[in-house]
């Protein structure tokens, strides 16, 4: 995993340079999220070797992902967070999910192992906010009785760029915390009270391990990657849990997809003795009317295999395999809203 979060770095900033060599007129474009980069790099792998299809993923962020499947100017957007259904209707697309993972709190805090600190839904809140400003705070301490928290500032790192991974823990903040949602909201991009800004899941985890005495959010598999002290969280049930694939699994495991139109589903904040709090899927764009029908299948094509074959590479990259209820869900999509220039349906 080590190898690939590397590469990802270099590709988060010139993602075209590092496939264009095996570009051709075959090939499939996308552009969006960094939070599945790493899976969809994994699976872009294997597709090319087993077909000799490439993909060329631009690894820009959700809000960039959006603008430039609505520009035309990729096969496919790619965003953590989901269109509305007006949305999608205004800009002639579907979503589907792809695979569903964690956002988790990261602490660099001398001497706080991984799973050590407990926070509330409130003080998290209260910490974004910039009410609670000390690590030795009496709210913090009262949660974490025996263990030495010192007499240091917080610092506060978050997105600088529009970010899916920012809208999960955004949403999830304004579900928890009122004066939260009144003054800051949910949103891929908001006006932070406090704090300083990194790009890309992987700009706040540098942040946060440079930064002695921050918190940062990051999807958990970055968390991983750099071995870095992530948080457990109080759950709707009151449980404090730690992130882990059974706790997303668990948060996921409410989620009712069938009653969720054009998969407008949000999984933060989900009940269950074991659900991780700040849970989420991640989503393709692409057009209903495909003006290049080839272009279209091929995506089809690719998405079709990697729910086929692409889930235990999910598993061991730590993201969560759709349930195949669910992928029935999204084919029979494909089938019904995603149309060539005659309205034949290409899947």
């Known amino acids: 995993m080590k190898a690939i979060f590397a590469r990802s770095l270099v590709v988060t900033f010139c993602a075209t340079a590092f496939y264009a060599p095996f570009a051709s007129a075959a090939d499939i474009t996308g552009a969006g999220a960094t939070f599945p980069y790493p899976l969809y790099a994994k699976w872009a792998e294997a597709y090319k070797a087993k077909t000799g299809v490439g993909l060329n993923y631009q690894s820009i962020g959700s809000g960039g992902g959006i603008k430039q499947i609505k520009a035309k100017t990729v096969d496919f957007g790619a965003s953590d967070k989901p269109l509305t259904p ?23 805090l001398q001497g706080v192992q991984p799973g050590q600190l407990k926070l509330t839904p409130a003080v998290l809140a209260d910490i974004f906010l910039g009410k609670i400003t000390k690590w030795n705070d009496s709210r913090i301490a009262s949660l974490n009785q025996g263990l030495s928290l010192p007499d240091q500032g917080i610092t506060v790192v978050r997105r600088s760029d529009g970010s899916g991974t920012t809208f999960i823990f955004t949403n999830y903040l304004s579900k928890v915390s009122a004066e939260w949602k009144e003054k800051v909201g949910e949103e891929a991009s908001v006006k932070w009270p406090t704090g300083i800004g990194g790009k890309g899941n992987e700009g706040v985890a540098n942040y946060v391990k440079l930064t002695a005495g921050s918190i940062g959010y990051v999807e958990y598999a970055y968390a991983l990657q750099n071995k870095m002290a992530f948080t457990q969280l109080q759950n709707k049930d009151g449980q404090f849990v730690a992130p882990s694939e059974d706790s997303f699994k668990a948060a996921a495991s409410h989620a009712d997809w069938e009653k969720a139109p054009g998969f407008y589903e949000i999984l933060t904040n989900e009940p269950g003795k074991q659900s991780w709090p700040i849970t989420g899927a991640t989503f393709i764009l692409i057009h209903k009317s495909q003006e290049k029908a080839e272009s279209g299948k091929d995506v089809l094509k690719f998405f079709d295999w990697a729910y086929d074959q692409g889930d235990q590479t999910a598993l061991q990259l730590d993201y969560i395999p759709l349930p195949d209820n669910v992928v029935k869900l999204v084919r029979s999509a494909w089938k019904a809203q995603v149309k060539d220039a005659s309205g034949k349906a290409i899947y």
């Open 86 to 108: 007006k949305e999608l209707e205004e800009a002639g697309l579907m979503q589907f999910p792809t695979v569903m993972g964690g956002v988790v709190p990261v602490i660099n």
